[in-house]
C-alpha cells in the first residue's frame, strides 16, 4: 500500500510539473476598419437611425472583455476622419474641442491606430493634432518623413500578454499621391508595401523576436490602381509574399473578405477584411501553447461578426452625449429650398437633375468651359423642401476640393471615353445589359451591382455629345458641339472644372484616360479652391434661397431604340421598381 501511495504521489508531482512548465494563452482580436464616422447609431446626413456604429461594437466588446479582459486586442484600420457630419464638425467647424474620432478609440480602449487615405485627406492640421489626442499609437510603417527619412508615426507597436509578445505593423496604401493634393500629405512619401513589409519583419525578428506577429493594412484585397512603383490593394499580396505574418487584418475596399492564404514558406496567413461603417468587426482568435516560455504551438481561427443589429450600449451614448448634441445643431441649420427631390440614381442612366446641379455650380463657380463630374454616393436622395446643412453631405460625399484645369477637346473626350468604357457595356444586341455589371454581388460597398467602381463614373456639361453603346471601348463618345452652340475643336484648350480627387489623377481618367502624364498635371491645374467643394456648394444654396434643379439634357445613349428599354431593365436590377 505504502508503495502505491508513494506511486501515485510521484504522478502528481511529475504532471504538475509539467504543467507548470506548459500553459495555454487564448488572445481574441478585433478589428474595425473604414468606420466613416460612424460612431452613433443615427445617420446625421439622411436624419434617421442607422444600423452599426460604434455604439453597437461597444456592446459586442463589453461582452467579449468579460471573458477575456486584457487579452482582447483591438485594432481600427482607418479612414474614421471622414464619412459623416460629425467628422466634419470636429475637423474643420468646431477645431477647438477633442476631435470625436479620438474619443471613440480611447473611450473603446484601442490597443493601436492605422492611417486611411481619407484620414489623410483630412490635411496636417486635423490629422497632426488627431494623433496627439489619441491615447495608443498610430501605426504607419510606409508613411516616411521626406526630411529625415525615418517613419512620420511608429512603424509598429510591441504588446505582451502573459508572457506572449505580439508585434503588430501598420501600412497604408501607397496610393496617396494619385488622389490627394500634396499640400496634404506635405513632408511625407509613402513606400511600396511588399518591400515595407519585408523589411519590418526582418527587423522584428532581429530586435523584437515576437511570439505572433500581426498585420494591420489599409489596403485592400486586390485591384485597385498598379504601377511599375507599387499596387493601391495589396493585403493579400504581402500575405502571399512576406513570410513572418500570422494575421493580417485589413481594409480600404468596402468589401467583406475572409481568406486564408498560403504564403511562400508554405505557411498559412489568416486574412480579415470586416468592409466599412461599422457594420462588421474582424474577430479572430489567437491560442498559443508555451512550454518553458516558449510558443511551441499556435492556432489561428477567425471570421467576420456582424454586429450591425445588436443592442446600443447606452454607456456609450451618454458619454457622447454633448458631442452628439454638437453635431445635431449644427446639421439641422436651413440653408435653403428645393423646389424638386433629386436622386443620384438617375445618373447612371442619362442626364439627372442631381448631377447637373452640381455641373452648374461648378461652372458657376470657376468660369469654367466645362465640368466633369460622377455621382459620389450611390443611391442618396436629397427631397424637396427646406435643404439643410446635412444635405450637403448628400450632395457632395467628400472634402474635394474645387479644380480648373487646361484640357484639350481631345483630351475632354478621351476622358469621357474611360469613364463611359468603365460605366456601360458594349451592347451586341437589344437585350443585353446597357450597364457594365457584375456577378451579381452587392457586398461591394463602392461598386454595388456595377464592375467598376461607381464614383469613376463621370459625365460632362458645357459640351453636347451621344454616348454610342454598340460601338467599342475608345468610340463610344462623339462630342458634338459646345453647349452654347459654338463648334467643339478637339485642338483647342479648355477650362474644365473637376474636383481635386480626379485632377490629382483619382481614377486615373486623366492619366490613363486623357493620356496625360501625372507629373504634368499639377501644371495644368490654374486654380484650386482654399476651403472644401462642400462648402462653395452651400455657399451658392443659401445665396439663391431657392433652386429648382434640372438635368441639362446635354448628352444622352444612342441608339435610342436599344438603349431606352435596356436602361429600363437595368434601372429595375439596380434600384427594383
Sequence with gaps: MKRIIIVILAVICLQGNVMAKTKTVRLRIIETSDVHGCFFPYDYINRRPMKGSMARVSTYLKELRKTYGDNLLLFDNGDILQGQPTCYYCNYVNTNIENVAAKVINYLGYNAQVFGNHDVETGHAVYDKWIREIQCPVLGANIIETGSGKTYVPPYTIIEREGVKIAVIGMLTPAIPNWLNESLWEGMKFQEMVSCARYWIEELKKTEKPDVVIGVFHSGKEGGIKTPEYDEDASVKVAQEVPGFDLILYGHDHTVHRDIIKNTAGQDVLCLDPSCNALNVSDAQITLTLKKGKVIDKQITGEIVDVSNLA?????????????????????????????????????????????????????????????????????????????????????????????????????????????????????????????????????????????????????????????????????????????????????????????YRGNGGGELLTKGAGIPREELKSRTIYESEKDQRFYLMKEIEKAKELDPQPGNNWKFVPEEWAKPALERDRKLLFGK
Design 312 to 500: 446600443i450600449d447606452q454607456d456609450f451614448m451618454n458619454y457622447f452625449q454633448a458631442d452628439r448634441d454638437s453635431v445635431s445643431t449644427f446639421v439641422n441649420r436651413k440653408i435653403g429650398k428645393f423646389k424638386k427631390t433629386i436622386y443620384t440614381r438617375d445618373s447612371y442612366f442619362g442626364n439627372s437633375a442631381f448631377c447637373d446641379l452640381i455641373h452648374q455650380l461648378q461652372l458657376q463657380l470657376t468660369g469654367a468651359d466645362i465640368s466633369f463630374n460622377a455621382p459620389l454616393s450611390f443611391n442618396a436622395v436629397i427631397k424637396e423642401g427646406d435643404i439643410r446643412v446635412s444635405d450637403m453631405f448628400n450632395l457632395y460625399k467628400y472634402e474635394n476640393q474645387l479644380y480648373v484645369m487646361k484640357l484639350t477637346g481631345e483630351e475632354v473626350r478621351k476622358h469621357l471615353e474611360m469613364s463611359y468604357d468603365l460605366w456601360v457595356n458594349t451592347m451586341k444586341s437589344p437585350d443585353d445589359h446597357i450597364m457594365l455589371l457584375n456577378d451579381g454581388n452587392t457586398d461591394d460597398k463602392q461598386r454595388f451591382m456595377f464592375k467598376n467602381l461607381a464614383f469613376n463614373f463621370d459625365s460632362a456639361s458645357g459640351i453636347d455629345y451621344e454616348v454610342d453603346v454598340t460601338k467599342p471601348n475608345g468610340q463610344k463618345v462623339r462630342i458634338l458641339r459646345m453647349s452654347n452652340g459654338e463648334p467643339f475643336d478637339e485642338k483647342k484648350i479648355y477650362k474644365v472644372a473637376l474636383n481635386s
